[in-house]
C-alpha cells in the first residue's frame, strides 16, 4: 500500500508550520504502512554552505566527534548538529563528495540520507507519528516538504529501505506502487556514475530523476520521461530545492488526490489527509491524471 503526502507553500507565513502540517497528515496515512516513515523538509537554505545528513545504529560513539574529525579529514570547518540517531554536518560545499568518501574511512557505519543546501532528511523503522516524534518535526519550519510510510513489499523493513530516497543535491523522491524494470535500470544508471545505496525499486526512481537533470532535463521534463522509461504503476513525488512535482504511471491505479489554495499545493495518497489544512474547504481538490506531470517552483 504505502502513503504519501507533499505539501509547497506559496504563503510564506504559513513556513513555521511546514513540519506540523506535514506531520498532522502523514500520521493520518498510518494504516497504509506501518513499518517505517520518513520525511524532507526544505528549510534554512544558505548559499555560502551546504548541509549533508548522516545517520547511524550507533549514534553514541559515532556522532561524538564527528565534527572535528571530518574537519581534519577536510582541512575545513564542519559542524555538526545531532537529533536523535541522525546528525545534520555543515560545510562548504564544494567538500560534500570529498565528505562521503572521509566518512567511509572514518566512520564506516555512517549513512547518507541526503546532501543539498536545503532538504534534510529524517527516515527510520517505526510508526509515523513515532518517527515524526523522535526527530521533533512538528517543530520545523520550511517551504515544503514530503513523507511517506511505508508496507515493505520488495525489500527488508530498514532504514535505508525507508522512504524519502535522495540521489542527488536538493533532489528527493517518494513512490507507491512497484517499478518492474528497476534492476536494469540500477545497473544503467550505476554505469551513468549515480550513487544508489539499496536494493529498493524506489531508490531507482529517485536516481532516474537525478540522472536526467543532471544530463540537461528540468524536472518537469525528467518526471515527463518517467512515463516512458520506467515500467510498473507508480505515484511519484519529486522535491528539489525550490520545487515540487507529481506523476502517475499511465494506468494509475495508486489512490492520489491533490488540493490548492492560495497558499499552498498539498499531495495524499488519501483526501482525508487534508482535513485539518487551513481553508481546505475553499480548495480545489482533484485527482491528478494519468501519464500527466504537475509541478510548481518558487
Not at 506535514?22 to 555560502?48: C, F, K
Request: hydrophobic share 35%; charged share 25%; net charge negative.
Amino acid at each position: 500500500m504505502c502513503g504519501i503526502v507533499g505539501l509547497f507553500l506559496k504563503d510564506k507565513s504559513l513556513e513555521p508550520r511546514l513540519g506540523e502540517m506535514l506531520t498532522e497528515m502523514l500520521v493520518t496515512m498510518t494504516d497504509r504502512g506501518p513499518d517505517s516513515a520518513g520525511i524532507a523538509i526544505y528549510r534554512n537554505g544558505d548559499d555560502s554552505q551546504a548541509k549533508m545528513v548522516v545517520q547511524s545504529d550507533n549514534a553514541d560513539s559515532d556522532f561524538e566527534k564527528i565534527g572535528d574529525d571530518l574537519s581534519e579529514a577536510l582541512g575545513t570547518s564542519v559542524k555538526a548538529e545531532r537529533n536523535d540517531t541522525h546528525a545534520v554536518l555543515y560545510m562548504p560545499k564544494d567538500k560534500l563528495a570529498e565528505a562521503r568518501e572521509a566518512l567511509r574511512e572514518i566512520r564506516p557505519d555512517v549513512r547518507v540520507m541526503s546532501a543539498g543546501e536545503t532538504m534534510e532528511i529524517y527516515k527510520e523503522v517505526g510508526l509515523p507519528k513515532d518517527v515524526a516524534a523522535r526527530f521533533e518535526v512538528e517543530k520545523m519550519g520550511g517551504s515544503h516538504g514530503i513523507g511517506h510510510t511505508r508496507m515493505a513489499t520488495e525489500s527488508a523493513v530498514t532504514t535505508m529501505g525507508a522512504h524519502p530516497f535522495s540521489t542527488g543535491m536538493d533532489q528527493c523522491l517518494v513512490h507507491n506502487g512497484s517499478l518492474s524494470n528497476h534492476n536494469r535500470l540500477r545497473r544503467q544508471l550505476r554505469r551513468e556514475g549515480i550513487n544508489i545505496e539499496s536494493e529498493n525499486d524506489t531508490e531507482v526512481g529517485a536516481a532516474y530523476v537525478t540522472w536526467k537533470m543532471q544530463t540537461g532535463s528540468t524536472l518537469g521534463e525528467a518526471l515527463e520521461s518517467t512515463i516512458d522509461d520506467i515500467d510498473g504503476f507508480f505515484n511519484f513525488v519529486v522535491g528539489t530545492k525550490d520545487g515540487f512535482g507529481v506523476v502517475r504511471d499511465p494506468i494509475a491505479c495508486k489512490p492520489a488526490v491533490m488540493a490548492e489554495t492560495d497558499q499552498y499545493v498539498a499531495f495524499a495518497s488519501e483526501y482525508r489527509a487534508f482535513v485539518d489544512l487551513p481553508g481546505i474547504e475553499d480548495a480545489r481538490v482533484w485527482e491528478p491524471e494519468p501519464a500527466t506531470v504537475y509541478f510548481w517552483n518558487h
